[in-house]
């Protein structure tokens, strides 16, 4: 297995995004976390009370930024002004890696906000690599880009999405953000075997794992991110990090969100499969068993 590049923040251990709802909390409680992970937008301004919460936040923890609006799949050339803002941020956290996701979402200078599957095409992986490769180069630090959950496919897509994904990190030369959750949820809404994805995924690559919660409607899964991790997720989650090793791992809880302590303790169960895995050997091919889920 090739050495992997982010295995100096494997000490990352386990995050928590930070939220409005709990900046009190933690600037009077100061409670232990590893890091925390910032929407990068939420901070891109000149001044103003998110960026003093945030400069407070950074005089006693470790932040990782996370993006929503790069859209590395979109056709329309970069916005230098945003990439600029963006570096500014990178530079005030020292974030040790840039993350955003494999998505489009733009298109004649409009946006949707929203966090659409790319057609899975040579094309395609030209155009997204090109695009990661250039904010790498510009922001200094390594990018790393996020598997989505998706509701839809294109009937031009010529490869899987997991096959999609090496193509373009290969030729980006950036890490992976895997989101386990997402993986599961698209693995429903499109009817795949989850475990395919997680054993293709390059491990070398792979800086930070997603977890979060979801909600299952009749037909389809939102990825919701309001409730608790599933057993399947957490599933996912043992075989990821058994084949991948520990890795930096950060519970997402972005709507109905319950107290700090709450949210902690749910993304503390990941301890348990972390502790599992620094007592065994890495996996060293994808048939190789995956952790007992036991809590
Ligand atoms: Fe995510």
Redesign the pocket.
């Given at each position: 297995m090739p050495a992997n590049r982010f295995n100096g923040f494997t000490e990352y251990g386990i995050g928590i995004g930070l939220r409005i709802p709990h900046y009190r909390h933690i600037l009077e409680k100061k409670p232990v976390v590893d890091w925390f992970e910032v929407i990068s937008e939420n901070y891109m301004v000149d001044g103003g009370n998110p960026l003093a919460v945030l400069d407070q936040i950074l005089e006693q923890y470790r932040v990782v930024q996370h993006g929503v609006s790069m859209y590395f799949g979109s056709v329309q050339p970069l916005n230098r002004e945003h990439l600029q803002r963006l570096k500014t941020l990178v530079r005030r956290t020292k974030t040790p890696w840039l993350s955003d996701h494999l998505c489009w979402g733009s298109v004649d200078g409009r946006y949707t906000h929203d966090l659409l599957p790319i057609p899975y095409t040579w094309e395609a992986v030209d155009v997204t690599a090109e695009k990661i490769r250039h904010v790498q180069d510009f922001v200094e630090v390594p990018v790393v880009v996020?598997n989505v959950s998706s509701y839809a496919e294109f009937h031009d897509s010529v490869m899987t999405e997991w096959e999609f994904l090496n193509e373009v990190v290969e030729r980006a030369d950036c890490g992976i953000?895997l989101?386990v959750?997402?993986i599961y949820v698209s693995s429903m809404n499109h009817d795949f075997d989850p475990a395919v994805y997680v054993n293709s995924v390059p491990t070398e690559r792979v800086a930070q794992i997603?977890i979060?919660g979801h909600s299952r409607y009749e037909k389809y899964i939102l990825d919701t991110h309001d409730h608790p991790v599933i057993d399947p997720v957490w599933e996912l989650y043992a075989q990821a990090i058994r084949r991948i090793g520990p890795t930096a791992t950060l519970l997402?809880w972005d709507d109905k969100i319950p107290s700090f302590e709450e949210v902690h303790r749910e993304a503390m169960k990941a301890e348990h499969f972390l502790q599992q895995v620094a007592k065994m050997p890495p996996a060293l091919t994808a048939e190789e068993p995956v952790l007992e889920v036991a809590r």
């Open positions: 996020e953000l989101d959750n997402n997603h979060a997402e």
